[in-house]
């Protein structure tokens, strides 16, 4: 007891990389356990489920890894008020590459310049962004899918918000049938 693990030193080494984004960007000095494993799992392609405590910076595994990929990452949000918090946070950083898009928005714009997009899982099954989000497909990619606030998923319970059992399946559809059909992007939930 007592005793805190050491991380392997790829972890090590990665950090050293990612610092200067991490400071420069973020305005953040160090990474937090479990932070630089969440990203190097999702730059290889990784399926990954990553719990941390609240607070713990889970929304910069994906911002960072989305710094990364060369495609554009997806990131699944319960909620409204959540999707707007991380765009607006990622725009006073300076960064624009970020999109949210809910139910009544319409801010998208043109999805190829964007590194982040930020939805509700209902997104998935709207008929017009169905074109926009296979030319994407098609053409830059879907690098990552991520499920933040993933506890949601069953605190909500399925009947509350059918979508989320079956928008994995809907955007493997849309990746399988885009005119340039991608193979599947890794999937990451962070709760």
């Known amino acids: 007891l007592g005793h805190r693990p050491q991380p392997p030193p790829e972890d090590e080494d990665l950090a050293r990389v990612l610092l200067p984004i991490l400071r420069r960007i973020f305005a953040k000095h160090r990474f937090r356990d479990g932070q630089v494993r969440g990203i190097r799992a999702a730059i290889q392609g990784q399926d990954r489920l990553i719990l941390l405590p609240a607070g713990h910076g889970k929304s910069l595994i994906f911002q960072i890894a989305s710094f990364l990929l060369p495609g554009t ?3 699944v949000e319960p909620l409204r008020a959540l999707i707007d918090d ?3 946070n990622l725009r006073k950083e300076g960064i624009s590459r970020c999109a949210g ?3 009544d928005s319409q801010e998208l714009g043109s999805l190829e310049e964007k590194a982040l997009i930020y939805l509700a899982p209902e997104r998935l099954y709207i008929s017009s962004f169905e074109e926009p989000l296979k030319e994407l497909i098609g053409g830059r ?3 990552l899918l991520v499920v933040d606030e993933a506890h949601s998923v069953s605190e909500c319970g399925h009947s509350f918000r059918p979508a989320y059992l079956g928008f994995r399946g809907r955007l493997l559809h849309l990746c399988r049938t885009a005119k340039r059909p991608r193979p599947k992007p890794p999937t990451l939930c962070l709760t």
């Open 73 to 75: 990452t997806l990131v």
């Open 101 to 103: 898009n809910h139910r």
């Open 86 to 88: 991380q765009v607006q």
């Open 141 to 143: 990619g879907i690098d």
